[in-house]
């Protein structure tokens, strides 16, 4: 980030230095990459990490890495939130035995970007054909279709 005096921070030179490093570099694009996308979700650019990361995407070896499609997964609903506003994730729902109005712990989903949140679901998706076991991604899935909806 850039300070009040007009120069770049750490965070950014050790960015900058990372994308020159990974375009020079073939062998560790991936470990880079990962990299790049940590340093960016750290500056709190998160929409620039998905970014980052849906270059690489449809290119081998990451179209088969169940890992990056459910980073990509998480960027998105994060985006997703950040896109339409704030995100209480409380909504009220009926009483309690004391006529006492109770909070739930229930996403108000129309807050959030619904092209963002479907992307979500099939890089999910995805890193469930890569890896059928893979517990991350069956979870954002089923949180995703309950939410939202089985139509969805």
């Not at 062998?27 to 979700?41: G, H, K, P, T």
């Not at 500056?43 to 088969?64: I, R």
């Not at 890992?67 to 729902?93: E, P, R, T």
Request: no cysteine; hydrophobic share 40%.
């Amino acid at each position: 980030m850039q300070r009040d005096d007009g120069h770049i921070s750490g965070e950014e030179n050790r960015l900058a230095f990372l994308k020159e490093v990974r375009s020079r570099n073939g062998e560790d694009v991936e470990a880079i990459l990962r990299e790049v996308l940590f340093q960016l979700i750290k500056l709190k650019k998160s929409k620039d990490a998905l970014g980052e990361l849906e270059l690489f995407l449809p290119s081998s070896p990451f179209q088969e890495n169940a890992v990056m499609h459910i980073y990509a997964s998480v960027l998105s609903l994060a985006n997703s939130q950040q896109s339409n506003g704030s995100f209480s994730g409380i909504a009220m729902s009926g009483t309690g035995s004391n006529n006492v109005t109770q909070k739930a712990a229930t996403p108000t989903f129309h807050l959030l970007d619904e092209k963002l949140v479907q992307d979500a679901k099939g890089h999910a998706g995805r890193a469930l054909a890569v890896d059928e076991e893979n517990v991350a991604a069956s979870l954002i899935v089923q949180l995703i279709q309950r939410l939202w909806g089985e139509d969805q």
